[in-house]
């Protein structure tokens, strides 16, 4: 009698064992669910296509959508580098620099040396004529070995317009 309990014991909680491995994600969620962030960047992806292609009014309504789930990604967790360069840059593109450049600086006050803020606030800094404050943003860029540095560079020449 003990025996077939305690081989039901252990049947049993193999089974619940391997029904929860089985149902979670890895990161504390599923997988199956894009966060908030995740899916402004992919409204993201899709309104810089739309820009290439002269669409700008949908791009407007895709950085829009991106902007209010980045807003609600940093309400949940804030002081999130990535989410507040997202930040800065989808309020640049619907043409609020102040509120895009504040992000921008948020973010770099957490990590100084991150690429992609560091690159759209230099692109701010030229489009809001502010040269100076560009090439401070192009010297963090010079060791990154990294595209955002030559395209920052070829921006402020004025060799190339912001693809962004």
Known sequence: MIKKIFTATIICLFCSLNAFSAGSGGDGGSSKSKTNYEKAVSYIKSAKKLEKKGKLEKAKKKYEKAQKLLLKSND?????????????????????????????????????????????????????????????????????????????????????????
């Open 76 to 164: 949940k967790k804030p002081n999130k580098p990535d989410t507040l360069n997202y930040l800065g840059f989808t309020t640049r593109k619907l043409g609020d620099y102040e509120n895009g450049e504040k992000y921008y600086l948020q973010g770099l006050a957490l990590d100084p040396n991150h690429i992609g803020i560091n690159e759209y606030l230099g692109e701010l800094y030229v489009v809001t004529n502010r040269i100076d404050l560009a090439k401070e943003r192009l010297k963090i860029l010079a060791s990154c070995n990294c595209e955002e540095y030559s395209e920052l560079k070829e921006i402020i020449a004025g060799t190339k317009k912001s693809k962004y």
